[in-house]
C-alpha cells in the first residue's frame, strides 16, 4: 500500500503560479512512477504530467508543456509541480497518483483545488 497526501492548491490569477506537493508514505520502494492528474468540473480525469521514480523520466501533456514542470524532492518521497503562467483551463482537483511496475496508477490521494481567475 502507498499512501499520497497532496497539498499547496489555492486561488490564483491567470498568469500566477502555484506548487503543488505530494508527500508519499507506505511502500514507496515499490513506486516506479508517479504522476499527477486533473478533474475540472463535468469533465473526466486527464493525464497531467508523470515522472519515473527512478531515473526521473518525464511525461507531459501537451495542453501544459512549458508551463508546469514535475520534480522530485530531495527527500525521494516527495513528487512537487510547478505550475506557472496558469489559464483558466488549467482550473481543477489535482490529484497526485502512484503506480508499481507493470501496474496501472492504483493509488491516489485525496486531491488539491486549483482555482484560476481570469
Known amino acids: 500500500q502507498v499512501q499520497l497526501v497532496e497539498s499547496g492548491g489555492g486561488l490564483v490569477q491567470a498568469g500566477g503560479s502555484l506548487r503543488l506537493s505530494c508527500a508519499a508514505s507506505?511502500?514507496?520502494?515499490?513506486?516506479?512512477?508517479m504522476g499527477w492528474f486533473r478533474q475540472a468540473p463535468g469533465k473526466e480525469r486527464e493525464f497531467v504530467v508523470s515522472?519515473?521514480?527512478?531515473?526521473?523520466?518525464?511525461l507531459y501533456a501537451d495542453s501544459v508543456k512549458g508551463r508546469l514542470m514535475i520534480s522530485r524532492g530531495n527527500a525521494q518521497n516527495t513528487v512537487y509541480l510547478q505550475m506557472n503562467n496558469l489559464k483558466p483551463e488549467d482550473a481543477a482537483v489535482y490529484y497526485c497518483a502512484a503506480k508499481f511496475p507493470a501496474r496501472r496508477y492504483e493509488y491516489w490521494g485525496q486531491g488539491t483545488q486549483v482555482a484560476v481567475s481570469s
Open positions: 515522472i519515473d521514480w527512478n531515473g526521473g523520466t518525464t
Open positions: 507506505g511502500r514507496t520502494r515499490s513506486i516506479d512512477r
